[in-house]
């Protein structure tokens, strides 16, 4: 199995099957195609090794289909934190994995239905520093 190697923006290494990396991910499969082979490393500048790992997590899953309820394991996968997800989400866009930005955009969708304009504030602790004349 060959790896890549992907320095995440906390400076942590991690090794990755390079051929799974490139079938999910537009942004490695590009890289990957300029570069020759052998010992690769790929930087991501705006990816955590903690998002990266979530990331790996649903491609492999993804990938091999070993779930049997893939559906359920995916509304699993994505129940975290708003920030977690906030970030989740920005680490699939960067990454092109359309499968990853679908899920997550549909999660943070549902985190929003129903809420006024404050509770979205607080649930994603966006500050608001606005005056009352400016809404």
């Given at each position: 199995?060959?790896?890549?190697?992907?320095?995440?923006?906390?400076?942590?290494?991690?090794?990755?099957?390079?051929?799974?990396?490139?079938?999910?991910?537009?942004?490695?499969?590009?890289?990957?195609?300029?570069?020759?082979?052998?010992?690769?490393?790929?930087?991501l500048?705006?990816?955590?090794?903690?998002?990266?790992?979530?990331?790996?997590?649903?491609c492999?899953?993804?990938?091999?289909?070993?779930?049997?309820?893939?559906?359920?394991?995916?509304?699993?996968?994505?129940?975290?934190?708003?920030?977690?997800?906030?970030?989740?989400?920005?680490?699939?866009?960067?990454?092109?994995?359309?499968?990853?930005?679908?899920?997550?955009?549909?999660?943070?969708?549902?985190?929003?239905?129903?809420?006024?304009?404050?509770?979205?504030r607080?649930?994603?602790?966006?500050?608001?520093?606005?005056?009352?004349?400016?809404?």
């Amino acid at each position: 199995m060959a790896m890549i190697t992907v320095e995440c923006s906390d400076g942590i290494f991690i090794d990755v099957d390079r051929e799974m990396a490139s079938s999910m991910s537009g942004v490695i499969r590009k890289q990957l195609a300029s570069k020759p082979q052998g010992n690769i490393t790929i930087t991501l500048d705006n990816i955590t090794s903690n998002t990266l790992m979530r990331v790996l997590d649903f491609c492999s899953v993804h990938s091999s289909r070993s779930v049997p309820n893939l559906k359920l394991w995916d509304e699993k996968f994505v129940r975290l934190e708003p920030g977690e997800l906030c970030e989740l989400a920005s680490a699939a866009y960067h990454l092109e994995i359309k499968p990853l930005v679908d899920l997550t955009c549909k999660a943070i969708a549902k985190l929003l239905k129903g809420k006024s304009p404050s509770e979205i504030r607080r649930t994603f602790n966006i500050l608001y520093d606005f005056t009352p004349g400016d809404d």
